[in-house]
């Protein structure tokens, strides 16, 4: 089986997030089921410096009155002989950022989602490799689907698959914007792209592809209610017979605490104690806070904004701090500056329980993982999560909100007998619910035998690939197997 990833960002290549993590780790995983996987990719400006090498075809793609030129290049993905296609056009991709620069989001965002989704219905005039399953990853790739079904036969054999990362993030333009794309309206056309009088191109991708993923089971069932459905869940109840939940995995081997360089001490899965002890210590001195054996240490690396929960933390902390001076706070991140100012603030008024960096470590973010005992993930919704699964593989217990991914892979303390619990749950999206499972996860850390159940309970939690890559073959399959017309 062929199968092209299409993508605006792919890690290590260039990444913005959590996409870019999925779209550089799955395909390892499906490699290894024997899938012939390749990416295409834009060729922006942070690529060049890769090796790759130029392929001969040129191609030129009409968007409006203008055509564009347009060449491949080939590289790998990372130490894998997985190739990865980099499209190129310097006036649309050779730009300080993937999405957006200083400034704001790229106006010609639209042109740029066309581009990269009707060439890469041409990967095997480049390559001579056909792919059976086009594989479109959010809405920057969403139109992809109807390029394909514009072009193809009703006999075709290749078809469409549509990842939702994050419904919030769906492409939406002025509806006369539409027009550049050059696709019909015979089978849809503005139609399935319109939304309230205004072009979506994510709304248009559930509209034409034949399956439609999500990166967790609980967030497809969310998705399809008015609550989280961010006003697409009619188009997601319409096509909810094609819509699938599959939760992500990571990479385990670039999230390994025996052999990560970022980490002062390694942690052994099966005898974590001195690690984690030597590797909280660690962090509390770069951070500037005095470490207790008898204090917990809760940490955070996460974007500063609504989604995600974090204020709910703000109003909780001076409380949580008087209450408990067995507890400490470190944070990584930015986002809204009116957040980054009070969590700033915060660490003025409290500076031996909390210590805040503003911004973004990638190594940071790893001793965190690792130095922490507990990690905060109060979102308001949340797709999958991959910093829930990177702290449990670091030996730290987290304790989130009870939605999308984090339901799915975090088992609350309380549950029933028959579970294996590795963490904290909360319901309801208010401060004192977050300092009500805080409480309780303090409560954890003060009996040291159910405290080190928990977190090997966490340290054991599956989140490999391999099960997801067997999920997204099934669905590849079923994609394959079904009448067009059925």
């Known amino acids: 089986m062929n199968v092209l990833f299409v993508s605006p960002e792919v890690g290590p290549l260039v990444r913005a997030g959590g996409l870019g993590d999925v779209v550089g780790a799955l395909p390892l995983a499906l490699r290894q089921l024997g899938v012939d996987v390749r990416v ?6 942070e690529c060049k410096h890769l090796d790759s090498k130029l392929l001969p075809t040129t191609i030129t793609l009409k968007f409006g009155f203008k055509s564009y030129l347009f060449q491949f290049f080939e590289t790998r993905l990372g130490d894998s002989d997985i190739p990865v296609y980099l499209l190129e056009n310097k006036f649309l991709f050779d730009r300080p950022g993937i999405y957006a620069d200083e400034n704001g989001d790229y106006i010609d965002n639209p042109l740029r989602c066309f581009a990269l989704s009707k060439a890469a219905l041409s990967i095997e005039k480049a390559t001579g490799w056909r792919p059976d399953i086009f594989h479109a990853h959010d809405w920057m790739a969403a139109p992809l689907p109807a390029y394909l079904n514009a072009q193809s036969s009703p ?4 078809r469409s698959v549509l990842t939702i990362h994050n419904l919030e993030h769906q492409g939406s333009f002025p509806e006369k914007t539409f027009s550049l794309s050059g696709l019909p309206s015979i089978f849809g056309g503005i139609e399935g792209f319109n939304h309230y009088n205004a072009m979506n191109l994510l709304k248009g991708g559930i509209q034409h592809a034949d399956k439609i993923t999500t990166v967790s089971p609980s967030y497809s069932e969310e998705i399809r209610t008015p609550h989280y459905g961010q006003g697409l869940e009619t188009s997601l109840q319409y096509r909810g017979a094609d819509l699938i939940g599959i939760l992500n995995g990571i990479d385990e081997n670039s999230w390994n605490p025996e052999t990560d360089i970022a980490l002062k001490h390694t942690i052994h899965p099966a005898e974590p104690e001195k690690g984690k002890r030597a590797n909280k210590i660690a962090l509390l001195q770069e951070m500037n806070l005095q470490f207790d054996e008898k204090t917990s240490v809760f940490g955070a690396v996460s974007r500063l904004y609504h989604q995600k929960g974090l204020d709910l933390l703000v109003d909780s902390l001076p409380d949580l701090f ?3 001076r067995n507890f400490q706070f470190i944070l990584l991140g930015s986002g809204d500056k009116n957040e980054e100012n009070r969590f700033k603030k915060l660490a003025e ?4 329980n909390i210590s ?15 130095g922490s005992d507990f990690f905060l993930m109060p979102s308001r919704f949340e797709p999958c999560g991959l910093a829930q699964q990177y702290a449990m593989r670091y030996g730290t217990i987290p304790v989130a909100r009870k939605t999308g991914g984090l339901a799915d892979t975090i088992v609350d303390l309380s549950s029933n007998q028959f579970s294996t619990p590795n963490g904290f749950l909360f319901e309801e999206c208010t401060s004192a619910s977050l300092s009500e499972v805080i409480n309780r ?8 035998n159910s405290f080190r159940q928990i977190r090997k309970n966490a340290i054991e939690n599956p989140c490999s690939w391999d099960l997801a890559a067997k999920k997204y073959t099934e669905v590849y399959d079923w994609a394959l197997r079904e009448d067009l017309h059925g």
């Open 356 to 370: 805040v960096f503003i911004g973004f470590d990638d190594g940071l973010a790893r001793r965190i993982f690792a």
């Open 349 to 352: 008024q409290f500076p031996q």
């Open 441 to 448: 996860a303090l409560v954890l850390f003060n009996n040291a």
């Open 322 to 324: 008087a209450t408990h």
């Open 40 to 45: 295409l990719c834009p060729l922006h400006r």
């Open 155 to 158: 006999k075709r054999k290749s």
